[in-house]
């Protein structure tokens, strides 16, 4: 039992020891992710598509709004020469347009959102394999994102922006 207790005690120093090596030959670089997807023309195109559908999205709610305004104005300047249950109607006329506008604006952030996904996830991609090209072509074991806020306070080892940014062509 003592003889394995010392072999036990011996394996953990040969693991510590080759984990230990194995950490001092791993090399760490950092890249701020969001500048480089920022500076890429996909990104940039993404964003103008979608800013684009936004335009149209927001004009379309306003000429709903618009509408349902103008409809009601008339309404309430016409509600003293109908009867009640006319009136009534109306109102109710007001509330499926009030509800039909929330239901669109509704439906164009759900489709943005999904414009938003289809259109951007390439771009994320494409940055995330060029990292990883640059990062293993230098020899880098880990890559950290000094983006602002991501949780890297202080980032002073190799910058693989300029790199990957080449790899990219931009």
Do not use: C, W
């Not at 890429?40 to 306003?62: G, N, R, V």
């Not at 009601?72 to 499926?96: C, G, H, M, P, V």
């Not at 202080?154 to 990957?164: H, I, R, T």
């Amino acid at each position: 039992m003592k003889n394995f207790k010392t072999f036990l005690i011996a394996l953990s120093f040969v693991f510590a020891g080759a984990f230990t090596a194995q950490a001092q030959d791993s090399k760490v670089a950092h890249i701020a992710t969001q500048d480089l997807i920022e500076a890429m023309p996909s990104y940039k195109s993404a964003m103008t598509q979608l800013e684009k559908l936004s335009k149209t999205y927001e004009s379309e709610m306003q000429n709903l709004y618009k509408e349902a305004q103008s409809k009601n104005e008339r309404y309430q300047s016409e509600a003293s020469s109908k009867t009640d249950e006319e009136n009534e109607a109306r109102a109710l006329e007001l509330q499926a347009d009030q509800q039909k506008i929330m239901q669109y604006r509704q439906t164009a952030q759900q489709e943005l959102a999904k414009k938003e996904e289809e259109l951007i996830k390439p771009v994320l991609e494409k940055a995330r394999q060029a990292i990883q090209k640059v990062a293993r072509a230098k020899g880098y074991s880990y890559v950290l994102d000094s983006t602002t806020g991501t949780g890297v306070l202080l980032a002073d080892g190799y910058d693989l922006m300029n790199d990957v940014k080449k790899d990219l062509g931009i």
